[in-house]
């Protein structure tokens, strides 16, 4: 068999081994820069992990995915990973994570570099989920874009003219953290209240079924053990009263967060990705509605609002593109 | 007397004629490239006027600058024009004017270099007085800040890394139409409610004095014939109560606004300029605090906040200086 069928179109036959390090999961890929995943690994994060700890899941994963690699004939060039926080890009450093405390200050950078003899690159898992979606989802070939990753909390990425915009402080495009409704009363992790990830998340969507539930005596919502965001999308499709009534909140609060966006940044696309979007058809109407009565007409009328298209691999592929524009 | 007196810093002795073009006042000048005004020139832009009247108006103010120019040994390079409307920057053309309708898809910029004879450059005006901040004002040194302009209306511009953000369709910025209160009834002018707008601008301001007075027969406020934002304001300085309680709503919805805007873009600083923005001591407070609470806490310790510098001069400035990078 010819060497040349294991080639990318463009005949690199690097790899970036890419991880989306959550708080629950640590998902692992290599990718091939033709944005092709060619293994993938998912496991647990280790609980309450010291930094080394972590560390050690992720050698281990690219270790394995060295051995692949060379039966397919292909090098791993760069690790890559996303994680839930705020990022020194620079250095390489997390400086702040809710979810991983145990890695903030902590140089993960230099610690992978140090161990698999790779550069590295770090980037917050919502900036890299925008820029999976531009490579290889919903907004290819698209320049400006917002991604909202709707999950346990509400994520952001702001992509202006074909460049992922960080802020100068590395925290830029905290979406989740714009204000929605201030007086309305429902307090965020944040310190602030009415934020839209109190209204758009699994979290918020999970509350607001749980505290319709007495209004609602019949909801089949009633008799779930455990409530999930899932459960409520699945009530809703079946025409669960509770569960429409909490997606239409849900979509109307969504609306008003995108036509701000839309107002300051006037994007060519807004992006909506996280599990929560799996439930678009309970949602999208309301969600709409709010983008044509409150964002400019002119840009309400050219907006592409679309579903994101990468699913739980646009953090990875993000992560991987990052490090490849980083080597090119 | 020799020539180098004359001359700027570097030795260019070039000068743009800026304009700014309001729906009551059109403001001209020459500034040169070290960014001192020369000359200045403050007319009523001709009321109910056909676009082919304000661009008399125009180049016959640009004739007697250059005659006054001439004096100083110094030409008029470039005209630029700041317009309180979304221009299509690419094709000197406004796109939407609503206080300037005449001017709407009318070819200012190729009919003023036909009769000038100059190279032309339009700018939406609140996108100038940003520029106009960072390169004179408040802003110097600073490269990725906000810049809101309180007037009749609420404007603003983003500047992000040294650059001017317009957006794909030339109107990003429009901060005061940013919602800070969905719910809270109050209509706006561009269709939408709970706009900025509503909250801090002149109108505005008027308008909750207004509503107020009912409520205070005392206020010193229920003896004005016309009320105006700067009688609102000396009345706050007086100590008047009604006039205290409508700078401190002011505040508060200008300062979830700009956390609203913290947490989107992690700028360097926030200007605020505009007539309203004289009253700064009786909102100030207010909009900290909102800033405090809202914005995240890492970020809220670094933003600076501030007035803007240039005053009327904003934009003007902001235009020049767009011409000679132009021209560069």
Redesign the interface.
């Known amino acids: 068999m010819p060497d040349s069928v294991n080639k990318d179109d463009d005949g690199n036959e690097g790899l970036v081994f890419a991880v989306d390090l959550g708080g629950t999961h640590l998902r692992s890929s290599t990718v091939s820069k033709d944005g092709k995943i060619h293994h993938r690994r998912k496991q647990q994060t280790p609980r309450a992990a010291k930094a080394e700890e972590i560390v050690h899941a992720i050698t281990r994963a690219a270790r394995e995915f060295e051995e692949l690699g060379k039966v397919d004939g292909r090098c791993i060039r760069a690790v890559s990973v996303a994680v839930p926080g705020?990022v020194n890009v620079d250095e390489g450093v997390i400086?702040?994570a809710p979810n991983l405390p145990s890695l903030e200050k902590y140089p993960l950078c230099a610690e992978l570099t140090s161990q698999l003899n790779l550069p590295c690159v770090l980037e917050n898992d919502a900036n890299a989920a925008a820029i999976g979606e531009v490579w290889r989802g919903a907004a290819r070939q698209h320049k400006?874009i917002v991604c909202l990753t709707l999950g346990t909390g509400v994520g952001?990425g702001?992509i202006?003219d074909g460049k992922l915009?960080?802020?100068?402080?590395?925290?830029?495009?905290?979406?989740g953290?714009?204000?929605?409704?201030?007086?309305?009363g429902v307090a965020c992790t944040?310190?602030?209240q009415g934020c839209l990830e109190v209204y758009a998340s699994a979290t918020a969507i999970v509350r607001m079924a749980r505290n319709g539930r007495a209004d609602h005596p019949d909801s089949i919502l009633n008799n779930c053990n455990e409530l999930t965001a899932e459960r409520v999308h699945k009530g809703g499709a079946a025409g669960d009263e509770l569960a429409l009534e909490v997606f239409q909140r849900m979509g109307i609060y969504l609306g008003?967060g995108i036509?701000?966006?839309i107002?300051?940044?006037?994007?060519?696309m807004i992006v909506i990705g996280g599990g929560v979007a799996n439930a678009w058809s309970l949602f999208e109407t309301h969600m709409r509605q709010q983008v044509v009565?409150?964002?400019?007409?002119?840009?309400a009328a050219?907006i592409n609002i679309a579903r994101a298209e990468c699913g739980d691999d646009a953090g990875l592929l993000g992560a991987a593109r990052l490090a490849f524009d980083r080597m090119s």
């Open positions: 705020t400086v702040k400006t952001g702001i202006l915009w960080r802020g100068v402080e590395g925290a830029a495009a905290e979406i953290h714009m204000c929605v409704d201030p007086f309305g944040c310190g602030s008003i036509a701000n966006l107002n300051l940044l006037d994007p060519e009565e409150r964002a400019f007409s002119r840009l050219h």
